[in-house]
């Protein structure tokens, strides 16, 4: 049996899946970091004095400059993951303007593949394979470049203030292109570079709330790409948070269109 004014309650995940309705309970609420540290606020004081624009061309600017991320025309990654204690491994491949393709496999067995060849795609898991339709086709079809930020001209781009984004302070910035949904990216006030993403899109009929944390980034030829991404994808069935540690990223490898089939 548990006293109501000694029940402690510990959650253990992404804050801002759970916070604000714990907040609406009227409990007292305590947000620690992954080091057990408490966090004592996650607004930041830091006071916005760049717009929109100066924060992206920042950004690019701080990951090598425009001219050389424009001379990329594809990009393979290798990266290991863990989704339920199973060991994963991920080869992703973009080649420009839009074509993508990422493959997991467990134990050399390929488990999920998913290929986009600039005009459609699919999704093949455990022999089911679905086409890719609607809002999730027509924003794969929208892409311009390997690097969004470098094509935001025409879209919306609002300044929302700014926040903590583990230790660090960051400028909110939503996105909003001309027929498409809001994008919220979060950028470090100190280094430019980009640190979280939050969108949302439909996949075969279900809702589905994607947020990506970028660190780590290192020299790749002449710009630099983060090698630790966190993943968090939240769903009306549930949410699954899974870490992918780049392993090797290689750029204008050589890859060809025949290559997204």
Same mark, same amino acid.
């Given at each position: 049996?548990?006293?109501?004014?000694?029940?402690?309650? +510990? !959650?253990?995940?992404?804050?801002?899946?759970?916070?604000?309705?714990?907040?609406? @309970?009227?409990?007292?609420? *305590?947000?620690?970091?992954?080091?057990?540290?408490?966090?004592?606020? $996650?607004?930041?004081?830091?006071?916005?004095?760049? @717009?929109?624009?100066?924060?992206?061309?920042?950004?690019?600017?701080?990951?090598?400059?425009?001219?050389?991320?424009?001379? !990329? #025309?594809?990009?393979?990654?290798?990266?290991?993951?863990?989704?339920?204690?199973?060991?994963?491994?991920?080869?992703?491949?973009?080649?420009?303007?839009?074509?993508? @393709?990422?493959?997991?496999?467990?134990?050399?067995?390929?488990?999920?593949?998913?290929?986009?060849?600039?005009?459609?795609?699919?999704?093949?898991?455990?022999?089911?394979?679905?086409?890719?339709?609607?809002?999730?086709?027509?924003?794969?079809?929208?892409?311009?470049?390997?690097?969004d930020q470098l094509y935001y001209t025409g879209? *919306?781009?609002?300044?929302?203030? $700014?926040?903590?984004?583990?230790?660090?302070?960051?400028?909110?910035?939503?996105? #909003?292109?001309?027929?498409?949904? *809001?994008?919220?990216?979060?950028?470090?006030?100190?280094?430019?570079?980009?640190?979280?993403?939050?969108?949302?899109?439909? @996949?075969?009929?279900?809702?589905? #709330?994607?947020?990506?944390?970028?660190?780590?980034?290192?020299?790749?030829?002449? +710009?630099?790409?983060?090698?630790?991404?966190?993943?968090?994808?939240?769903?009306?069935?549930?949410?699954?948070?899974?870490?992918?540690?780049?392993?090797?990223?290689? +750029?204008?490898?050589?890859?060809?269109?025949?290559?997204?089939?």
């Amino acid at each position: 049996y548990f006293n109501y004014a000694d029940t402690r309650i +510990v !959650i253990v995940g992404k804050q801002e899946v759970f916070l604000p309705a714990l907040k609406k @309970s009227g409990l007292k609420v *305590k947000t620690f970091d992954a080091y057990a540290r408490p966090v004592t606020a $996650t607004t930041s004081a830091v006071a916005v004095n760049k @717009s929109a624009a100066e924060i992206i061309s920042a950004y690019l600017a701080a990951i090598g400059g425009e001219a050389e991320l424009k001379k !990329i #025309t594809s990009i393979v990654q290798t990266a290991d993951f863990e989704i339920q204690g199973q060991k994963l491994t991920a080869t992703m491949k973009l080649l420009f303007p839009n074509l993508e @393709s990422s493959e997991i496999s467990m134990n050399g067995t390929s488990v999920m593949k998913e290929v986009f060849n600039g005009n459609s795609g699919f999704q093949s898991q455990m022999g089911q394979k679905k086409e890719i339709t609607g809002e999730e086709l027509a924003q794969k079809k929208a892409k311009k470049g390997l690097f969004d930020q470098l094509y935001y001209t025409g879209n *919306k781009l609002e300044v929302a203030g $700014t926040t903590k984004i583990g230790q660090a302070d960051a400028y909110i910035v939503h996105v #909003t292109p001309p027929a498409g949904k *809001k994008v919220t990216e979060y950028y470090d006030v100190k280094t430019g570079y980009l640190l979280k993403e939050e969108k949302s899109i439909k @996949s075969n009929g279900t809702d589905i #709330t994607q947020i990506t944390e970028y660190s780590d980034y290192r020299k790749v030829g002449n +710009v630099l790409l983060p090698y630790k991404i966190n993943q968090s994808i939240q769903t009306p069935a549930g949410n699954q948070d899974f870490v992918i540690n780049v392993k090797d990223i290689q +750029v204008n490898s050589g890859i060809k269109p025949s290559d997204f089939i």
